[in-house]
């Protein structure tokens, strides 16, 4: 009888962890971090009700792989949203469809979460901005570094103390050797490395993480200037995008340093963020260097989630939006205020590496 008890608590605690979790829908699987949400496995923050993708042999791929029900996987977007009925989609396809997965959720009401960047250009984003903000539901950019406890805790050093006084110059690296160097698959490159589907190359790709942090530092102060140069160090591998870009943003008390590069020897996420008395510099995850005098050396502390409160899972702060167990500031990282200022940037970083030329804001 004990058994009998103690199965039925178990069958009813499991049910109404699944009646709160929130119904998610992917929409695209081309994007090489769709498996972040696909391979999760249980949990009960989150329930995957189905998945869109209109090339049935990659949807078929990847329902094989995942385990996913065929009942589960459509390759009509709108007849996903209608039959599967989620409170949330996360957009795993290229960054240019990204608008269409907003046009399609928005005037349904259900809340969207897209990969970085926000939009393929700056048109886009402002459409999907007015839609968000029509319908009321939220539009968040999902970036990697939203979720490093060495990021939360270099904005609260210079927020909530006088740790490094006012903030000079930010330098921001991000990138890798490559998408095809580092084994990207061959859906992922396809767009990935089109001007169109992605808005650039490198520029895009990893630009968008320097814009986003020196967004949220400024507060989602706009920029006075932007000034860009991008390469081609391999056109036989990216005959039609840039591989490399240096965008410098200009503020009226600060400047904002970017390296996005497709060219660096290792992957690399780090942040330096320069003040009137000292330095924070954020090395990767876990690790920062913390210096405030002349005569003393840097301090290396070791930050994890137990030191800065941080959701190191994006579909967990979701979960938390939607609940209303959270409010994105508009400055926050995963904001759209932040996002939509995001695309100004690099959308003026592209039309100075055209021209040649620094873009005002």
């Given at each position: 009888?004990?058994?009998?008890?103690?199965?039925?608590?178990?069958?009813?605690?499991?049910?109404?962890?699944?009646?709160?979790?929130?119904?998610?829908?992917?929409?695209?699987?081309?994007?090489?971090?769709?498996?972040?949400?696909?391979?999760?496995?249980?949990?009960?923050?989150?329930?995957?009700?189905?998945?869109?993708?209109?090339?049935?042999?990659?949807?078929?791929?990847?329902?094989?792989?995942?385990?996913?029900?065929?009942?589960?996987?459509?390759?009509?977007?709108?007849?996903?949203?209608?039959?599967?009925?989620?409170?949330?989609?996360?957009?795993?396809?290229?960054?240019?469809?990204?608008?269409?997965?907003?046009?399609?959720?928005?005037?349904?009401?259900?809340?969207?979460?897209?990969?970085?960047?926000?939009?393929?250009?700056?048109?886009?984003?402002?459409?999907?901005?007015?839609?968000?903000?029509?319908?009321?539901?939220?539009?968040?950019?999902?970036?990697?570094?939203?979720?490093?406890?060495?990021?939360?805790?270099?904005?609260?050093?210079?927020?909530?103390?006088?740790?490094?006084?006012?903030?000079?110059?930010?330098?921001?690296?991000?990138?890798?050797?490559?998408?095809?160097?580092?084994?990207?698959?061959?859906?992922?490159?396809?767009?990935?490395?089109?001007?169109?589907?992605?808005?650039?190359?490198?520029?895009?790709?990893?630009?968008?993480?320097?814009?986003?942090?020196?967004?949220?530092?400024?507060?989602?102060?706009?920029?006075?200037?932007?000034?860009?140069?991008?390469?081609?160090?391999?056109?036989?591998?990216?005959?039609?995008?840039d591989d490399d870009a240096t965008i410098i943003v200009d503020y009226?008390?600060?400047?904002?340093?970017?390296?996005?590069?497709?060219?660096?020897?290792?992957?690399?996420?780090?942040?330096?963020?320069?003040?009137?008395?000292?330095?924070?510099?954020?090395?990767?995850?876990?690790?920062?260097?913390?210096?405030?005098?002349e005569s003393a050396p840097a301090v290396a502390r070791h930050i994890?989630?137990?030191?800065?409160?941080?959701?190191?899972?994006?579909?967990?702060?979701?979960?938390?939006?939607?609940?209303?167990?959270?409010?994105?500031?508009?400055?926050?990282?995963?904001?759209?205020?932040?996002?939509?200022?995001?695309?100004?940037?690099?959308?003026?970083?592209?039309?100075?590496?055209?021209?040649?030329?620094?873009?005002?804001?």
């Open positions: 009888m004990k058994r009998l008890y103690l199965l039925l608590f178990l069958i009813l605690t499991q049910a109404c962890a699944s009646a709160q979790a929130v119904r998610v829908a992917v929409a695209g699987v081309s994007h090489g971090h769709s498996g972040w949400i696909l391979g999760r496995g249980r949990h009960d923050d989150v329930q995957l009700a189905g998945i869109y993708e209109k090339d049935t042999a990659l949807a078929g791929k990847v329902a094989r792989q995942y385990h996913i029900p065929q009942q589960q996987v459509y390759h009509d977007l709108e007849q996903m949203l209608d039959a599967v009925k989620p409170q949330a989609v996360l957009a795993f396809g290229s960054v240019y469809s990204h608008r269409e997965v907003v046009e399609a959720c928005a005037p349904r009401g259900i809340h969207v979460m897209v990969e970085k960047p926000l939009a393929a250009s700056l048109a886009d984003g402002l459409v999907m901005d007015s839609l968000a903000r029509r319908y009321g539901i939220q539009l968040l950019t999902n970036y990697e570094t939203s979720w490093y406890p060495t990021v939360a805790k270099t904005f609260q050093l210079v927020e909530d103390s006088s740790f490094i006084g006012l903030v000079r110059k930010v330098v921001i690296h991000d990138g890798h050797q490559g998408p095809q160097e580092i084994g990207c698959s061959p859906a992922f490159l396809a767009w990935l490395t089109d001007p169109v589907l992605n808005g650039a190359g490198a520029l895009m790709d990893f630009g968008c993480y320097g814009a986003n942090l020196m967004t949220r530092l400024m507060k989602n102060r706009m920029p006075v200037a932007v000034t860009a140069v991008t390469r081609q160090y391999k056109p036989d591998r990216y005959p039609k995008v009226p008390d600060a400047q904002c340093i970017i390296q996005a590069s497709w060219n660096w020897p290792f992957s690399r996420k780090d942040m330096e963020v320069y003040g009137e008395k000292g330095y924070i510099m954020a090395a990767d995850k876990n690790t920062l260097l913390l210096r405030n005098r994890t989630a137990a030191d800065i409160p941080v959701y190191e899972d994006p579909f967990s702060y979701l979960a938390a939006v939607i609940r209303g167990k959270e409010t994105p500031p508009p400055y926050g990282l995963y904001a759209l205020p932040n996002n939509v200022l995001v695309l100004r940037i690099l959308e003026a970083a592209k039309e100075s590496a055209r021209t040649g030329k620094k873009v005002l804001l």
